[in-house]
Nanobody, 113 residues
Framework: QVQLVESGGGLVQAGGSLRLSCKAS????????MAWYRQAPGQQRDLVAV???????NYADSVKGRFTISRDNAENTVYLQMNSLRPEDTAVYYC???????WGQGTQVTVSS
């Protein structure tokens, strides 16, 4: 079955960096567009970044220039490099296979001021 497993979250001070990973199994990863979303307490789940199967990327305005999404098809993994983190980036981060209901379990990112 399809499985997405996120890792890499944690507690970091404002201005710091984290790298999230999402390893996929049970799918032909290389042909799938992938996305990272995030959900803060009491808020809706928002799109953060998308990477197409060909490598094209798109970002939410709030993270442009600070976050970078990438993929390693050989490792069936999508990454989210997060730099210059801000307290408002605090959320649970989820990976998703675009246009499907497949989600990971989420990884908590907490940015202290």
């Amino acid at each position: 079955q399809v499985q997405l497993v996120e890792s890499g979250g944690g507690l970091v001070q404002a201005g710091g960096s984290l790298r999230l990973s999402c390893k996929a199994s049970g799918i032909i990863f290389a042909i799938k567009a992938m996305a990272w979303y995030r959900q803060a307490p009491g808020q809706q789940r928002d799109l953060v970044a998308v990477i197409a199967r060909g490598g094209n990327t798109n970002y939410a305005d709030s993270v442009k220039g600070r976050f970078t999404i990438s993929r390693d098809n050989a490792e069936n993994t999508v990454y989210l490099q997060m730099n210059s983190l801000r307290p408002e980036d605090t959320a649970v981060y989820y990976c998703n296979i675009i246009d499907t209901a497949y989600w990971g379990q989420g990884t908590q990112v907490t940015v202290s001021s």
